[in-house]
Structure formats: C-alpha cells, structure tokens
C-alpha cells in the first residue's frame, strides 16, 4: 500500500512531496527493517507446532523453528535479539500449551507402568531436543555480545525455565518410587501373615493403591501456583498413608527380630526382609537389631575361636 502511494506521487510529478515524505518518517529504514523480519517470520513453521497431534510430530516442528532462527541468524544481524528472546518466548508457551493438549489425551497417573515409562522416554525426548535447541539458541544470542535490556534478560530465564517440565519429573520420580515399593512389597511379603491373618502382601499393597488413589481427584498437569500446592498438599496425603503401611511392616518385622534365637535366625529375616531396607524409615526402626546381630556374630566366633583353641589343646 506504502509502495503504491509513494508510486502515484512520483507518476504525478510529486517527487518533491514523495522526498519530504520518505524522509520525514524514515520510510525507506522502516521498509528494510520490516523486509529483514519478514526473512524470519514469512515462513516460520509455528503451524507445525500449533497442529502437531502427537510427540513425535513436536519434536519436529522444534527442529524446524530452530533451524529457522538459526539459517536467519547466519544471514546476519537483521532481526534485533530483544525480538528474537520475545518470539521464543512465545514459542515455548506454545509448545508448553500444545504438548498439554497431546498428554490430556493419557491418563498418565493410570497408565499401566510400562505405558508410562514409555510415555516417559518420549516426553523426556522431547524436552531434551528442545534445550538442545535452547542451548544453541542462547549462544547464538550471547555471539553477538550486545547488552540485553532487563525485559528480555527476564525472559531469557523464562526461556531456560519450564514448569511443565519440572512438574513432569516430578511425576516421573514419584511415580517411580510408587512402583518400585510396590514390588518390593511383592517380592518380601507374599508369605507373611498380617494380625487378622490376612495375607500381609494383599493388606500392603491394597493400602498402597488406597494411598495413590489420593491423586484421582486433581489435574496433575495443572502448572498454576494453584496447581502446585495441590499437588504438594495430594503428595503429602500419600505419604502419610504410606507411613502407616512401613510402621506395620516395621511392627511385623522388629516381632521376627526379637523372637530369633540366634545369629543364624536373624540372618535369615534380614535375607528375607531385604529388599525392605531401601526405604528410610524401614531401616531406621531395625538398625538397633542390625547392632544386637553384630553383637550374636561377634558372641558365636569367640565361641567357635574358643572350641578350636580347646581342640587344639
């Protein structure tokens, strides 16, 4: 529109009026200005993102809009960093907004674990690719050695920060934890009694899941502050249930201790029982029997030395 304007002045033999206009308002800078942007942002490949239905199609799109800031950034210093920091910015709002929309399609606190270590390599490839990109990205902008202004020095950090990401690794890491007890429970209890002679593994485990289902009632991909307290508050449910589980087993475990007769007998329940003592508060309550065992060991060797002494003799 500027071009044809500017065109009629000159076709009218304004050339005097089309002069005094372009330099009044810095036209022909502006114009460069906006033909050197556009190099980015004509093809930007943010639609790939926007419309990506599953991981691995966001993985590309990353790959595509980095390779896009990186082929316009060898071409020189056209577009100003400040402006580049904004526009990834924004891209990873997008992406954290998209890859929200991909994972409300799981259900990822009931996954069936296999499924969800899946589901995890993925995710976790992702954002892996994605701070690789980050990373190219931030020396890119630090090459050009210009002083960046407060604005985009905070959203840099924002850049290197995501809370969907740290929210996930939570998720992992728990999840993790909840799972491995589970199968410790099942490797160590399946033929102990609890009190009311019920199968201690089916009491455990049935307890454990009572305790995971504290979870069913909130979005755990919920990235607000809101978000977040729930979540702290729903892990600290969780715990205490599992407290209660570990101070019945410890109960059951210390009453095996104390009736062993000797070394060999306390050996025995520690062999069985030791999957058990990687958690902390496990083996914190047997650590006074783990010295009383030491003490037997040290009682049965003097007697061993003594009688192989006397056969000496």
């Not at 190099?39 to 390779?67: E, H, T, Y």
């Not at 050695?145 to 929210?167: A, C, H, V």
């Not at 995971?212 to 977040?228: H, P, R």
Request: one cysteine or more; charged letters at 30%.
């Amino acid at each position: 529109m500027i071009e044809v304007t500017t065109k009629l002045l000159q076709q009218a033999q304004k050339i005097q009026l089309v002069f005094s206009f372009k330099l009044d308002t810095g036209l022909e800078h502006k114009l460069k200005t906006a033909r050197d942007y556009n190099k980015l942002l004509r093809d930007f490949p943010i639609n790939q993102l926007l419309s990506a239905n599953d991981l691995d199609q966001v993985r590309k799109a990353i790959d595509l809009i980095f390779n896009q800031f990186r082929q316009v950034r060898q071409g020189g210093d056209s577009y100003p960093n400040n402006r580049a920091i904004a526009l990834m910015n924004a891209v990873c709002q997008d992406l954290n907004e998209q890859l929200l929309k991909i994972l409300s399609n799981y259900q990822i606190m009931h996954l069936d674990y296999q499924e969800f270590e899946n589901l995890k390599r993925e995710i976790q490839s992702v954002f892996q690719i994605l701070f690789d990109r980050i990373n190219d990205f931030r020396n890119m902008i630090n090459s050009h050695r210009s002083r960046l202004d407060p604005e985009s020095t905070r959203l840099m950090e924002n850049i290197t920060k995501n809370p969907l990401k740290e929210r996930l690794e939570r998720i992992f890491i728990f999840s993790k934890h909840h799972h491995r007890f589970k199968q410790i429970i099942r490797k160590t209890l399946s033929n102990e009694a609890s009190g009311d002679k019920k199968n201690l593994e089916d009491v455990a485990l049935s307890k454990i899941n009572e305790a995971y289902q504290s979870f069913n009632g909130i979005n755990v991909l919920d990235i607000s502050k809101e978000g977040f307290d729930l979540w702290d508050q729903t892990e600290r449910t969780y715990n205490v249930k599992i407290d209660k589980v570990e101070s019945q087993i410890t109960s059951i475990l210390k009453a095996k201790l104390s009736q062993a007769q000797n070394a060999n007998e306390m050996f025995r329940v520690f062999q069985i029982f030791n999957a058990l003592f990687t958690r902390p508060r496990i083996r914190g309550a047997i650590q006074e029997y783990q010295i009383q065992l030491l003490i037997k060991v040290e009682k049965d060797i003097e007697v061993l030395r003594d009688k192989l002494l006397n056969n000496q003799n």
